[in-house]
């Protein structure tokens, strides 16, 4: 790159006499440097008294004041919401219908910014945050915001609420802000980002509830609306979530076609949705008994498991590697992985993921004939959760365990006692349910608990988008 402008020739280039050569190459280069662009906007605003800009160099000038009273724009309602936070959400929400300041688009994007920021930390909050989000979307200016735009930003917030409930395992609560949601998109502008954001958690609630063949019709619609958008993270994102729900169907061929499929097409420096999807292609592996590829796969992102992601995705990262150990014999350190893994979720209070997991244990111990700490475990896990699904998913364990020759080609259906809640109305009808599939290898436990329900943590429901 050409060297940095002196504040001197910016001057010169822009001002209304300067040679137009000059201009014109100091045009290219302020369009690509940031620290020229942050000289050029200090000296325009100090030179506001300068008469003479050339037509160049008030383009830049409006640029500059542009971008200055968005900055500026958001940073109030930063403040205003910083405030704003500390309220009751009741009493946030009356401040919002009496202060006019506070009814504005940029406001909303920093309430539901926040709000989408705290779903998965903590479901509630965010959940009372995208309601009053919703509040500012109803009130804005008519004669600014046509009707059609606040009903796409009304839907936008419902559709975090019901991503918020379904992260707090309120099943029936989650879906009555999908249809909420989708009554207001069906009156908005028809932005496609929205549909598809809508039709992915509508998907997580039918793999949250087992029924995982709704869960990929919708998956089918959401990745018509990604592609519409040209959006490449979002059609990715959406592709990642059927392999997700593809693995936890134990179509385990499939969800690593679809894996592979999505790193192919990931834009580099995406680290986050390249360590979900390498991270479902070696589960996958481990479970087509292809341990040496699955090692493989997983050594190549090891370096991405390193960026700080957070307790959910660590517990994962230990989840695989103890699956890794399990597939290479090394029975003994893989159970003891898995069981700091599954304390891990305990403590987190992660309960489907905790069962889930000690269901892939009790797998284990059971073909390598150690029944009686697979007994043992089944009389933990029934303490895990109060749910009757599970417990009698246990009691199956626990007779299972007494007569070992049953184990491995065990009917598991994942619908089997699950409390199936059906996904909103814009679903399609959905193919057979899953009950009464007869699954294999260890991957089957994820199915088993697709239908339980959880306290809080979409587990195996995958990535948001
Ligand atoms: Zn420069």
């Known amino acids: 790159?050409?060297?940095?402008?002196?504040?001197?020739?910016?001057a010169r280039a822009l001002s209304e006499d300067g040679d137009p050569a000059e201009a014109d190459a100091a045009v290219a280069h302020l369009l690509a440097c940031r620290p020229c662009q942050d000289l050029a906007a200090e000296e325009l605003g100090a030179g506001s008294a300068r008469p003479r800009l050339s037509q160049k160099g008030n383009a830049f000038r409006t640029l500059f004041k542009s971008e200055e009273c968005r900055a500026l724009d958001q940073l109030r309602c930063e403040g205003w919401w910083a405030e704003l936070a500390g309220l009751a959400p009741e009493e946030q929400r009356e401040r919002v219908r009496s202060v006019l300041a506070l009814q504005s688009k940029k406001m909303f994007e920093v309430v539901i910014a926040e709000a989408s920021r705290?779903?998965?930390?903590?479901?509630?909050?965010?959940?009372?945050?995208?309601?009053?989000?919703?509040?500012?979307?109803?009130?804005l200016p008519r004669n600014r915001h046509s009707e059609k735009a606040r009903n796409d930003l009304q839907g936008e917030a419902l559709i975090v609420v019901a991503k918020c409930r379904r992260l707090g395992a309120d099943w029936p609560g989650s879906k009555a802000a999908l249809q909420e949601a989708w009554s207001?998109?069906?009156?908005?502008?028809?932005?496609?980002?929205q549909e598809c954001r809508l039709l992915s958690i509508a998907a997580s609630l039918a793999s949250d509830t087992g029924n995982l063949e709704s869960a990929l019709g919708l998956l089918a619609r959401?990745?018509?609306?990604?592609?519409?958008?040209?959006?490449?993270?979002?059609?990715?994102?959406?592709?990642?979530?059927?392999?997700?729900?593809?693995?936890?169907g134990c179509r385990f061929e499939e969800a690593l076609g679809r894996a592979e499929e999505a790193l192919q097409l990931l834009s580099?420096?995406?680290?986050?949705?390249?360590?979900?999807?390498?991270?479902?292609?070696?589960?996958?592996?481990?479970?087509?008994?292809?341990?040496?590829?699955?090692?493989?796969?997983?050594?190549?992102?090891?370096?991405?498991y390193d960026a700080p992601w957070g307790r959910p995705t660590r517990l994962k990262v230990d989840y695989l590697k103890a699956r890794l150990l399990d597939a290479f014999g090394h029975v003994r350190e893989s159970e003891k992985a898995l069981r700091v893994v599954i304390a891990g979720h305990i403590a987190e209070g992660t309960y489907k993921d905790a069962f889930l997991y000690t269901l892939t244990l009790f797998d284990s111990l059971c073909r390598r004939g150690a029944l009686g700490k697979a007994a043992e475990l089944c009389e933990e896990a029934a303490g895990l959760t109060d749910t009757p699904f599970c417990h009698s998913q246990m009691g199956k364990g626990l007779g299972r365990a007494a007569r070992p020759g049953e184990v491995a080609g065990a009917d598991r259906g994942p619908a089997a006692g699950g409390a199936a809640l059906h996904p909103p109305a814009l679903e399609r009808p959905g193919g057979p349910p899953a009950?009464?599939?007869?699954?294999?290898?260890?991957?089957?436990?994820?199915?088993?608990?697709?239908?339980?329900?959880?306290?809080?943590?979409?587990?195996?429901?995958?990535?948001?988008?």
Do not use: Q, W
């Open 1 to 10: 790159m050409a060297p940095h402008l002196s504040r001197k020739r910016l």
């Open 118 to 139: 705290l779903a998965a930390d903590d479901p509630y909050v965010g959940e009372e945050m995208a309601l009053t989000a919703r509040v500012i979307a109803a009130l």
């Open 184 to 193: 207001h998109l069906g009156r908005g502008t028809g932005d496609p980002k």
């Open 222 to 248: 959401a990745e018509e609306r990604a592609r519409a958008t040209r959006d490449a993270g979002l059609v990715v994102g959406v592709a990642v979530k059927v392999a997700n729900t593809l693995l936890a």
């Open 268 to 304: 580099p420096g995406d680290s986050r949705l390249e360590m979900l999807a390498r991270s479902i292609a070696t589960e996958c592996l481990i479970e087509l008994g292809r341990p040496t590829r699955a090692l493989r796969s997983f050594l190549a992102t090891r370096a991405l």
């Open 435 to 465: 009950a009464g599939r007869r699954l294999a290898g260890p991957g089957r436990a994820r199915s088993l608990a697709a239908g339980s329900p959880a306290r809080r943590g979409p587990g195996a429901a995958g990535p948001a988008v």
